[in-house]
């Protein structure tokens, strides 16, 4: 099996860029056009950057956007070891916080789930999204790749034809781009997904009925684990971004505004949910610095691909956040994409390019499965009644007190093996 640890082994960037070179109807050509510059359209760039393989990068935000932007946290050791593999680890194995377990706290009580001793040793990282990008743009710029930032009125041309193109405006101009490829990395919102004809596709979703209120605090850690916490007021969950900047989410109700929620507010909310029993536990507080909500959905579109189009990360899924697989998912697309591109320009063959749909698409299924299952373990669903609520606390009583059910939560949350 051609794991993560193999890829980039061939081609190792000898050949020249051709991305200047010029196309058909006086466009510029490239192999692989990539749209998005988010952890699924960088980390493809760098992975075919290392195969020799020509690629632009079309982002419609600018470089301090896409630098700042707050999301992800948690990194599987998969992708810990892939960022190492492509040598841009550097800073995040100086600034992670390295975690090797959770605690799920319920009815009073934390549980540890110890995933180095359920996974064979392995962890997660507590490193920023925006770190992660930050790190990819600068090695990327720095080897000779090419990121187009800014540009607008990005579309996908020809995908059923001979030509298959990208056009947009950059700097007050109009630009196309041939490619052999185009990687669809722009996001749940972007064009990609919309450019394969409906009859082409199914769409698979749904909207939960709760959100995430996510606050940046200025305060040390109250927890050395993330601690994940079932309460009767709702899930709250303590997650952190260094020891002096933490990061906290409440559920909130879908159509709630953050203007109704001051910062004393939140910190009451997250006071009474992740209360501890026996008083022996108290939660650090501190300015907060950011607000924001999050709307929880799952949605896979099947297939991945349609012709020389291939989607990669949200804009082919989504997961709800209660399981941090989301940008996990974008990478392992990437690595798939990225064997398959090197095996279809080397000696390798279309086997597994033609796989590529069904083999992300059974990872992707898995996550969600992971997600709604943890989604639905934490949180208090306004449709239940008494009933469904303490069939959720045998749930998690079962979830912490059997090894074959914790060893589960732990192999999924670490990661599964990424199978092609
Ligand atoms: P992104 O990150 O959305 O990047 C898409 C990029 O495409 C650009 N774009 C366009 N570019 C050109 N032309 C257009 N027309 C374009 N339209 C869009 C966008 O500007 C953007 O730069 O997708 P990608 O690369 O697939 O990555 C997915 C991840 O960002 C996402 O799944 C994660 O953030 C999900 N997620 C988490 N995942 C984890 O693995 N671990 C976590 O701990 C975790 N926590 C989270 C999360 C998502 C959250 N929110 C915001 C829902 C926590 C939260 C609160
Ligand atoms: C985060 O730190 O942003 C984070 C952590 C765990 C999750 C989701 C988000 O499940």
Redesign the pocket.
Same mark, same amino acid.
């Given at each position: 099996m051609p794991g993560p640890g193999r890829a980039g082994r061939r081609g190792g960037g000898a050949r020249r860029p051709k991305w200047f070179a010029r196309g058909g109807r006086g466009a510029t050509r490239t192999q692989v056009g990539i $749209?998005? #510059?988010?952890?699924? !359209?960088?980390?493809l760039a760098l992975l075919l950057q290392r195969h020799g393989i020509d690629a632009v990068v %079309? @982002? *419609?935000?600018s470089r301090q @956007? $896409?630098e700042t932007? %707050?999301? #992800? +946290?948690? %990194? @599987?050791q998969a992708?810990v070891d892939l960022m190492g593999e492509l040598g841009v680890a550097e800073r995040m194995m100086r600034q992670a916080q390295f975690h090797g377990g959770i605690e799920i706290r319920f009815g009073g009580r934390g549980h540890r789930i110890d995933f180095v001793r359920l996974t064979g040793g392995r962890r997660i990282a507590l490193y920023a999204?925006h770190e992660v $990008?930050k790190d990819f743009v600068a090695a990327l710029l720095e080897r000779g790749g090419r990121i187009e930032f800014s540009? *607008? +009125?990005?579309a996908l041309r020809d995908l059923d034809g001979a030509h298959p193109r990208l056009s =947009?405006r950059a700097e007050g101009g109009a630009r196309e781009i041939d490619c052999d490829f185009i990687a669809g990395?722009?996001?749940?919102? !972007?064009? *990609?997904r919309a450019a394969i004809p409906e009859p082409a596709r199914t769409e698979h979703g749904q909207v939960l009925p709760f959100s995430?209120l +996510?606050i940046l605090a200025q305060a040390p850690l109250s927890s050395p684990e993330l601690c994940y916490t079932h309460s009767d007021r709702g899930f709250a969950l303590l *997650?952190t971004r260094s020891p002096e900047i933490q990061r906290m =989410?409440i559920q909130v109700d879908p159509d709630d505004d953050v203007a109704a929620w001051p910062d004393a507010r939140i910190w009451e909310e997250l006071r009474a949910r992740t209360a501890v029993g026996d008083g022996g536990w108290r939660l650090i507080e501190g300015p907060v610095v950011q607000k924001g909500i999050?709307?929880?959905r799952a949605f896979v579109c099947d297939p991945m691909r349609y012709g020389p189009l291939f989607l990669? !990360?949200? #804009?082919?899924h $989504?997961?709800p956040?209660t +399981?941090?697989? !989301?940008?996990? %998912?974008?990478?392992a697309?990437a690595q798939t994409l990225a064997a398959g591109l090197a095996a279809h320009y080397g000696s390798g063959g279309d086997g597994l390019l033609g796989r590529y749909s069904e083999i992300c698409l059974r990872r992707a299924w898995r996550a969600v499965r992971f997600s709604m299952f943890m989604t639905r373990l934490l949180h208090r669903d306004p449709a239940h009644g008494p009933m469904e609520r303490r069939v959720q606390l045998a749930e998690l009583d079962y979830l912490t007190s059997s090894e074959a059910a914790m060893a589960s939560l732990a192999e999924n949350y670490v990661g599964l093996p990424l199978q092609w």
């Amino acid at each position: 099996m051609p794991g993560p640890g193999r890829a980039g082994r061939r081609g190792g960037g000898a050949r020249r860029p051709k991305w200047f070179a010029r196309g058909g109807r006086g466009a510029t050509r490239t192999q692989v056009g990539i $749209i998005g #510059a988010g952890p699924a !359209g960088l980390t493809l760039a760098l992975l075919l950057q290392r195969h020799g393989i020509d690629a632009v990068v %079309l @982002e *419609s935000r600018s470089r301090q @956007e $896409i630098e700042t932007t %707050l999301r #992800a +946290g948690v %990194l @599987e050791q998969a992708t810990v070891d892939l960022m190492g593999e492509l040598g841009v680890a550097e800073r995040m194995m100086r600034q992670a916080q390295f975690h090797g377990g959770i605690e799920i706290r319920f009815g009073g009580r934390g549980h540890r789930i110890d995933f180095v001793r359920l996974t064979g040793g392995r962890r997660i990282a507590l490193y920023a999204q925006h770190e992660v $990008i930050k790190d990819f743009v600068a090695a990327l710029l720095e080897r000779g790749g090419r990121i187009e930032f800014s540009v *607008s +009125g990005v579309a996908l041309r020809d995908l059923d034809g001979a030509h298959p193109r990208l056009s =947009y405006r950059a700097e007050g101009g109009a630009r196309e781009i041939d490619c052999d490829f185009i990687a669809g990395c722009d996001g749940f919102h !972007g064009p *990609s997904r919309a450019a394969i004809p409906e009859p082409a596709r199914t769409e698979h979703g749904q909207v939960l009925p709760f959100s995430w209120l +996510g606050i940046l605090a200025q305060a040390p850690l109250s927890s050395p684990e993330l601690c994940y916490t079932h309460s009767d007021r709702g899930f709250a969950l303590l *997650s952190t971004r260094s020891p002096e900047i933490q990061r906290m =989410y409440i559920q909130v109700d879908p159509d709630d505004d953050v203007a109704a929620w001051p910062d004393a507010r939140i910190w009451e909310e997250l006071r009474a949910r992740t209360a501890v029993g026996d008083g022996g536990w108290r939660l650090i507080e501190g300015p907060v610095v950011q607000k924001g909500i999050v709307d929880m959905r799952a949605f896979v579109c099947d297939p991945m691909r349609y012709g020389p189009l291939f989607l990669l !990360g949200d #804009a082919a899924h $989504i997961v709800p956040p209660t +399981g941090a697989k !989301g940008l996990n %998912l974008a990478v392992a697309d990437a690595q798939t994409l990225a064997a398959g591109l090197a095996a279809h320009y080397g000696s390798g063959g279309d086997g597994l390019l033609g796989r590529y749909s069904e083999i992300c698409l059974r990872r992707a299924w898995r996550a969600v499965r992971f997600s709604m299952f943890m989604t639905r373990l934490l949180h208090r669903d306004p449709a239940h009644g008494p009933m469904e609520r303490r069939v959720q606390l045998a749930e998690l009583d079962y979830l912490t007190s059997s090894e074959a059910a914790m060893a589960s939560l732990a192999e999924n949350y670490v990661g599964l093996p990424l199978q092609w």
